[in-house]
C-alpha cells in the first residue's frame, strides 16, 4: 500500500555530479524523517543525510559541504544533491522513509526503505 520509488542513479565521473529523488506514494497520514543511506560492495548500510519534517538536517562527516538533502511535503518527495563526487561514493543508495499509518486501527510510525539505486562513479 505505500510505495518508495527512488530515481536518479547513474555512471558519473569522479568530480561530477547527479540528483537522487525518492517519492512516497500510497496510503499514509504523514512522513516525518526522510532519510538517504547507502551501501557499497562488501560494507555495512551507512547514513548519508537526513531531514526532518521542519527541515533540519543531518549529514554523516564524508558527505558535508558535497551532499545536500532536501524535501518538498507537498510532492512528498526527497532529494539528494550529490557533487564533487569520489569514486568512494560508489554505492547503492536508498531513501528510508518515516511514514505516519494506520495499521488495524491504530495509528503508527513506520520505516520505509526504497528499493535502491546504483550512483557509480568511474572515470
Known amino acids: 500500500q505505500v510505495q518508495l520509488v527512488e530515481s536518479g542513479g547513474g555512471l558519473v565521473q569522479p568530480g561530477g555530479s547527479l540528483r537522487l529523488s525518492c517519492t512516497a506514494s500510497?496510503?499514509?497520514?504523514?512522513?516525518?524523517?526522510m532519510n538517504w543511506y547507502r551501501q557499497a560492495p562488501g560494507k555495512q548500510r551507512e547514513l548519508v543525510a537526513g531531514?526532518?519534517?521542519?527541515?533540519?538536517?543531518n549529514y554523516s562527516d564524508p558527505m558535508k559541504g558535497r551532499f545536500t538533502i532536501s524535501r518538498d511535503n507537498a510532492k512528498n518527495t526527497v532529494y539528494l544533491q550529490m557533487n564533487s563526487l569520489k569514486a568512494e561514493d560508489t554505492a547503492v543508495y536508498y531513501c528510508?522513509?518515516?511514514?505516519?499509518?494506520?495499521?488495524?486501527?491504530?495509528?503508527?510510525?513506520?520505516?520505509?526503505w526504497g528499493q535502491g539505486t546504483q550512483v557509480t562513479v568511474s572515470s
Open positions: 531531514i526532518a519534517v521542519g527541515g533540519n538536517t
Open positions: 528510508n522513509v518515516d511514514l505516519i499509518v494506520v495499521v488495524a486501527g491504530t495509528i503508527r510510525s513506520v520505516d520505509y
Open positions: 500510497g496510503s499514509f497520514l504523514n512522513i516525518y524523517a
